[in-house]
């Protein structure tokens, strides 16, 4: 819960830096409206916070960007890196769980997916009660080409947007072709 705590903050902080167009065409269908961000400035914002060198290089990951709504606290982060661990490895790291301790609630689920062919993970979790509210962390997963693709899905509790969850839905590397081959 902290990783995801320490990374909604960086994202956060990288967004204010600049009002950067994340480059070129995503590999899935943004909402509409909603702003994007570069992959570069955010990973600028992220190394000017950072006090030691960052725990992996350009090569092993990569911010391409963050697409974030006009409404507070609803974002979309995509990034990629080398394929080390496959979608099912990366969901063992949030193994389903039901957690209620007094104010603290957390909650994981997991399920397969499949992302325009290509066999992925969907990631569910949901965390909060101290300070009132709830946040919900959505990820998509899947692999193509060597390369792992991530897409979080940040917002409160019971304020989804439909358009950003089929965002996640649309996640598809290899491009625009892959989805009009249906491949």
Not at 117 to 134: E, K, Q
Request: one cysteine or more.
């Amino acid at each position: 819960m902290t990783r995801i705590a320490a990374f909604v903050l960086v994202c956060a902080i990288a967004a204010g830096a600049s009002p950067a167009r994340a480059a070129g065409v995503p590999p899935f269908t943004p909402p509409a409206g909603w702003s994007a961000t570069s992959g570069e400035t955010l990973m600028n914002g992220m190394l000017s916070i950072w006090q030691a060198p960052l725990p992996f290089t350009a090569d092993q990951f990569k911010m391409v960007g963050m697409w974030t709504a006009a409404e507070p606290m609803q974002m979309l982060t995509l990034t990629q890196g080398r394929a080390a661990a496959s979608p099912d490895t990366i969901a063992r790291e949030f193994p389903p769980r039901d957690v209620n301790q007094g104010q603290v609630q957390y909650h994981v689920a997991t399920q397969a997916y499949n992302f325009c062919g290509l066999p992925g993970r969907l990631v569910n979790v949901r965390f909060g009660g101290l300070m009132g509210f709830t946040m919900a962390y959505d990820l998509a997963v899947t692999q193509y080409g060597g390369t792992s693709y991530m897409l979080s899905y940040i917002h409160m509790a019971g304020a989804e947007d439909p358009a950003a969850e089929r965002a996640l839905r649309s996640l598809c590397p290899g491009g625009q072709a892959r989805r009009q081959s249906g491949a």
